[in-house]
């Protein structure tokens, strides 16, 4: 009895080794050339979505509630947008024909902010760089019916070089308020549309709205010096369109040539614009070693920034930051904020002659693998020479901008061979 139950222990024994062995032996078995994972399904296409930032100036924090107004080429509308909480705002460009969309972006409390989306349909790819706001600093007073009042909101550096002023003689109000006033940096409003012209000071001025039965006196602090006595029309800025029409008043440069001062009977964000000539010549650009971002699916992306270009004014009346706003409210060359460029985000639809039946294939490279999509980008360096003419006055510019650029020649699908190393080759 004990050898019949010892041998047959042995027995059970040794089938349960051979099992495990088994087991084992395949759970740690190589994957070689012959035996590959099968190509994967072919990614899904996403639609060509637009994603953009509102971000402080000051801070670099997120704006949320920002309203952004999209608009094409002649101007139409295509959507008034609102940033999240994390200052995001994105839109679903599949369908635009255009290849660069304007932005035009305000929040109460704020300056105001433009930009540009580069549309690149090969890619499946919108090019939007980050638009920052000013902050603004805004001062109160109350004034009355019997005595009026002031408002002054002092100046601020990068803003504005004299304070903003309300003036209220009596009898301008019918009960006692509260006035506001603000400067806002003209490189935070649009262009005017006349190309030969620029804003030479802002200021915003509240309650919106706010009528007066006999005129107040604004003093808005100008951007450059100007003549004493000089005057210039006063311009309304629709904060909604960001476009401008002339208020009717004048504004007349004070003796010390640092602000012009009117008479208004309204408040709203008044400008002062004069003539200007800028011309800007590019030199030849230097591009440096190009980096790629890469999805396999999903979406994703990735933002490269560049250093914040240089610009140099000779002496003379129009300084350095007063040059870098004309150039950038142009649409010119952003020298005031460092530029970055974010690829990724929408995965192009694979070409139909790279799957079959819903799997990836790459019908140039025998055996198996997968499709990825790199977007590489250069960082650009780029030289200008010019000069700005104002009132009479010649000044000469010397400046470098650095910017990313998309490389469009080695943007594209890459294939991924399984069975050689993960060897890559590409684009297709």
Known sequence: MK????KRTVAD??????????????????????????NPPAPPAQPLIM????????????????AVRLSKADKTVLATLSSGTDGSYTYDASSVTDTVLTLYVSKVGYGYGQGTAKIVKASNTALVADIFLDKLVVASATVTP???GTVTAPAQPGVSTAPVTVTVPPNAVPSNVTLTAAPVSIAQVPAPAAAGTAVLGAAQFGPTGTVFSVPVTISIPTAAALTPGSTFPLQVLNETTGEYTNSGFTATANAAGTA????????TTYTIGSTITITLNAGTSVLGNAEYYELFSGRGTKTFTATVGTLTVSAGTVNETTVKAWIMARGGPNFIIAQGITVGGNFPALPANFQINGVQVNPNVAGKGSWSYRWYVQPKTTPYSGSITFLGSTQTITASYNEWVLDASRTGWYWRSHDQGGAVSGPY
């Open 51 to 66: 994603t953009g930032y509102v971000k402080d100036a000051s801070s670099q924090s997120a704006i949320s509630g920002a």
């Open 13 to 38: 024994l040794a089938i349960l080794l051979l099992v495990a062995g088994l087991v084992f032996t395949d759970g740690c078995k190589k994957s070689s050339p012959t035996d590959l994972e099968p």
């Open 3 to 6: 050898t019949s139950w010892f």
């Open 260 to 267: 012009a001062t009117a008479p208004v009977t309204h408040f």
């Open 146 to 148: 019997a005595a009026g």
